[in-house]
């Protein structure tokens, strides 16, 4: 699951006239926990996976856009670097799509950190990748990331 949200859950952005605000929220939740691979890419998505205990890869807010850059207070950050970062995560999931969460989760640790290193959009969203197990805790913590 992909798009822009809260941590209430995955918004529908007018794209789905009869599910309201929201494509995916607390409605769902008994359906994803019966979901073995779930992949939540949103803002906010972490903690939408920890307070209903499900499972997955999730990232936390994640800097998609030139709005959210300016907000977070990348201030004169240049489009190209966002599309750079977004290019390269999407490019890294899709590779692993089919590999077991916990494999696609180390390789975008070991790919999206060398992007990371030099894009500081690919940095800030880096450090908030999560790999949740259904607890209200990640599994597994990303170092963080240091120069």
């Known amino acids: 699951m992909l798009g822009h949200g ?10 789905f006239p009869d599910a309201g605000l929201f494509i995916v929220d607390e409605s769902m939740v008994s359906a994803l ?8 890419i949103w803002c906010y998505a972490d ?5 209903h205990g499900l499972s997955g890869l999730c990232t936390g807010m994640f ?3 030139l709005g959210e850059a300016d907000f977070w207070g990348y ?11 977004n290019e390269q995560f999407a490019s890294i999931v899709s590779k692993n799509i089919y590999e077991p969460l916990d494999v696609m989760y180390n390789r ?8 990371a290193k030099t894009n500081p959009i690919a940095r800030f969203n880096f450090e908030r990748l999560t ?3 259904g607890l209200t805790s990640p599994t597994k913590r990303i170092k963080t990331w240091q120069v």
């Open 63 to 65: 800097i998609s856009e």
């Open 47 to 51: 903690q939408f996976i920890r307070r």
């Open 6 to 15: 809260s941590p209430y859950g995955l918004l529908s952005k007018g794209q």
């Open 108 to 115: 975008l640790l070991i790919e999206y950190e060398l992007l």
């Open 33 to 40: 926990k019966n979901n073995s691979y779930s992949i939540f």
């Open 75 to 85: 201030k004169g950050v240049k489009q190209d670097l966002i599309d750079e970062s």
């Open 131 to 133: 790999l949740c197990n």
